[in-house]
């Protein structure tokens, strides 16, 4: 139980394009999905929260008009990079919560997107 | 300020070497602190989630602990299989959000 998934796993577009990731629990119904970012041999920056039904709400520092996030149900989150620029390239990754086993606190993560903006 | 903190940045041990992780925290109301680890490449993967100061868990080769300040993740007799990045992050109460620590790489030797 507790699947995440996301797709694509590996996506290059041209500056200026804009490309779409999907977040989707396969096995549970997500309330809450969280976006976040890692570069190489850092750790996760979270960069939005998006909750079913409602407006994501970013992290300070985050383009809300660059990073648009729709959380269409309780199954699907998607992260759309608008106009993307190469620093845009970025290992993007998203989680969720829902009530699985025990404990609905517990955030179970996806296997990344791998964005590189040529 | 919320913080963790973790320790060593990097962990290389022979196979069979047990060894622990630090993960110190500061943050006011700690809901939870949680362990995952993660591969290159790929998303995390849930380990643990410690809710209050005693508590330990346990999965294979690997012991969580839990203390009013840190959190120790204890490897006993690696496998190089268990070479990753250990990730610590921590839940506030009345928020779902994760605040992750920078990692532990560990690398097994054969």
């Known amino acids: 139980g507790a699947v995440v998934s996301q797709h694509p796993s590996r996506v290059i577009c041209k500056s200026g394009t804009s490309v779409k990731i999907e977040c989707r629990s396969l096995d549970f119904q997500a309330t809450t999905m969280f976006w976040y970012r890692q570069f190489p041999k850092k750790s996760l920056m979270l960069m939005a929260t998006?909750?079913?039904?409602?407006?994501?709400?970013?992290e300070q520092g985050v383009e809300k008009d660059k990073f648009l996030i729709n959380h269409a149900s309780l199954t699907l989150s998607t992260l759309t990079v608008t106009s993307a620029h190469p620093e845009d390239s970025s290992f993007y990754i998203c989680?969720?919560?829902?009530?699985?086993?025990?404990?609905?606190?517990?955030?179970?993560f996806g296997p990344g997107t791998r964005l590189t903006v040529t | 300020e919320d913080q963790v903190t973790q320790s060593p940045e990097a962990l290389r041990l022979q196979e069979g070497e047990s060894s622990s992780l630090n993960c110190s925290y500061t943050v006011s109301g700690l809901r939870g602190l949680f362990w995952y680890r993660q591969d290159p490449g790929k998303g995390p993967e849930f380990l643990f989630t410690l809710y209050s100061a005693g508590e330990e868990k346990e999965k294979e080769r690997l012991k969580a602990t839990l203390t009013k300040k840190e959190s120790f993740l204890h490897i006993t007799a690696p496998k190089p299989e268990d070479s990753a990045t250990y990730l610590c992050?921590?839940?506030?109460?009345?928020?779902?959000?994760?605040?992750f620590g920078a990692g532990t790489t560990v690398t097994v030797r054969a």
């Open positions: 989680s969720a919560i829902g009530l699985v086993g025990q404990s609905s606190y517990e955030q179970y």
């Open positions: 992050a921590v839940q506030k109460r009345n928020d779902y959000k994760l605040s």
């Open positions: 998006s909750n079913e039904g409602s407006k994501a709400t970013y």
